[in-house]
């Protein structure tokens, strides 16, 4: 298995060494340039700190994302009449193009963290939101019929029932968002930004520093790689119910 | 004593154009303490609603559900429902854990835990999850997580339908002991007459015109399936089935 995930990298790598050959332009390096670049230590320095930055704006804007569309998501998910009152808003606004009111966040949030976050959590929100409402529905009314007749009331129905029975579920979600929010982050910090990966690369492309540029976007990726596969190993450890 | 009593029941399932449905007209029944009343009929005739009527997890348009004189109003503890498909059984959870839910481990005797899985049989798969069951285990699970509440009364709606014939008989085997042995009432749902004769005291005939026949069941215990007064209640509850056949 692990050597399958070594061999996928390294057709990836492959394909860019390829492409790079191919092409012959300053634009797009080879893979050994930009890891002589990321082997230096000053650069690969400078990279992880924007890295950090970076990851560190992603994680605390999926959580502020996650937690109100987990408490609508069920609501919704159990309610019909706050379903029919909550989700016609989300499926006016889901659509919308959020990013557009970037420079609308800066003006109330500032330049710094907060209107960054701020911006990746209302694009992320909608996606969990929606995922776990559909989730919750899905719940087999089985389970509720068999848990009512042992007592059991809504609240207590949260913690055994629903939050076990969403599991799967909110693990693809941060798979997901995870992505779209790395995207969206990228553009917040390519707006009047003086920290991040997205500002890094941007930088790097501005100073025509291409071996820089492609060190920023394949840290990235691995950053990418990495934080799927700490969702994967938590969903094993937190899901083992589920046939391999 | 009469543990469970239903009187004047109706219901209707509401079709897609919005037109009522009736499956249900001024349906009653009555259950004694310790009695096992099967409820056999075809397809469509009423008999898996009635039965969640009967337990809480429905409400009837009109008349009453009373358990032991109280109505009956939402899910009760002291009747427990096994479903069909054993959909109760949570996939998050192992067989014990699932038995005991939503209890914790630790909190519930392990002689407790073991007497019960012993019970139905399915002790060596304790720590399995529901994906990595048959059919026929999933079952005993739904049974020992149904017991474990201490029912007074079963429902069960035809448990066994997925099952082959084997696993089918050992179960309806290992429900007639403990439904003996634990002193249960038990209300069951089938559209096998072979099963019905074999559980049943009583015998309850639904048909899709919304009638309803009781007959007592002369068999005596321990019943045979291959005997000759076996196959004769059978073909005689065949002959009163295929008179119930008429459609609505």
């Not at chain 1, 939050?163 to 997901?176: D, G, K, N, T």
């Not at chain 2, 005991?100 to 720590?127: M, N, T």
């Not at chain 2, 003996?180 to 072979?194: I, M, N, Q």
Request: glycine share 8%.
């Amino acid at each position: 298995m692990r050597g399958k995930r070594l061999i996928s990298l390294l057709i990836l790598i492959l394909l860019w060494q390829a492409l790079s050959s191919l092409v012959r332009q300053p634009f797009l390096p080879s893979p050994p340039e930009v890891a002589r670049l990321l082997l230096k230590g000053s650069a690969f320095r400078a990279l992880s700190g924007h890295i950090a930055i970076s990851l560190l704006r992603v994680i605390c804007a999926l959580i502020l994302a996650f937690v109100p569309a987990l408490v609508l998501g069920i609501a919704s998910g159990r309610s019909r009449s706050f379903d029919r009152l909550v989700s016609p808003m989300m499926y006016v606004l889901f659509p919308i193009p959020k990013i557009a009111l970037l420079p609308l966040v800066i003006l109330f949030l500032g330049l710094g963290n907060g209107s960054k976050i701020f911006m990746v959590s209302l694009i992320v929100f909608f996606q969990y939101y929606l995922n776990i409402l559909d989730g919750v529905k899905e719940i087999d009314s089985h389970y509720f019929d068999s848990f009512r007749s042992l007592g059991g009331g809504f609240l207590s129905s949260l913690g055994h029932l629903i939050l076990p029975a969403l599991l799967p579920r909110i693990f693809s979600s941060v798979r997901l968002t995870l992505g779209t929010g790395i995207a969206v982050l990228f553009l917040t910090e390519t707006y009047a930004s003086r920290s991040g990966i997205g500002w890094y690369i941007m930088d790097a492309w501005s100073r025509l520093a291409y071996a820089e540029m492609y060190g920023g976007i394949a840290l990235l990726g691995a950053a990418g790689y990495l934080l799927m596969e700490l969702v994967n190993l938590s969903e094993r450890r937190f899901c083992p119910w589920r046939a391999p | 004593m009469v543990l469970l009593e239903a009187t004047g029941l109706s219901f209707s399932y509401t079709r897609e154009d919005g037109t009522a449905y009736p499956v249900l007209k001024d349906f009653s029944l009555s259950l004694d303490e310790g009695e096992s009343l099967v409820i056999l009929g075809p397809s469509g005739c009423g008999k898996s609603t009635l039965l969640k009527i009967l337990g809480g997890f429905l409400r009837s348009r009109t008349g009453e559900v009373l358990y032991r004189g109280r109505r009956v109003e939402k899910p009760f503890r002291r009747g427990q429902m096994v479903f069909q498909d054993p959909q109760q059984l949570l996939p998050w959870l192992t067989v014990e854990e699932n038995m005991i839910f939503p209890e914790r481990r630790g909190r519930v005797p392990k002689a407790a835990r073991d007497s019960l899985l012993e019970k139905v049989g399915i002790e060596e798969f304790r720590e399995s999850y529901t994906h990595q069951l048959s059919g026929g285990m999933k079952q005993r699970a739904a049974l020992a997580r149904a017991l474990f509440a201490l029912p007074e009364l079963l429902f069960m709606d035809e448990p066994f339908v997925s099952l082959d014939a084997p696993s089918r008989q050992e179960l309806q085997e290992m429900v007639l002991k403990l439904w003996k042995d634990e002193g249960l009432s038990l209300l069951f749902v089938t559209h096998d007459v072979g099963e019905a004769l074999f559980l049943a005291d009583r015998i309850l005939i639904m048909g899709r015109d919304y009638s309803f026949t009781y007959m007592a069941n002369p068999l005596p215990y321990p019943r045979e399936r291959w005997s000759e007064s076996f196959l004769r209640e059978e073909i005689r509850i065949h002959s009163l089935l295929e008179a119930s056949r008429s459609s609505r």
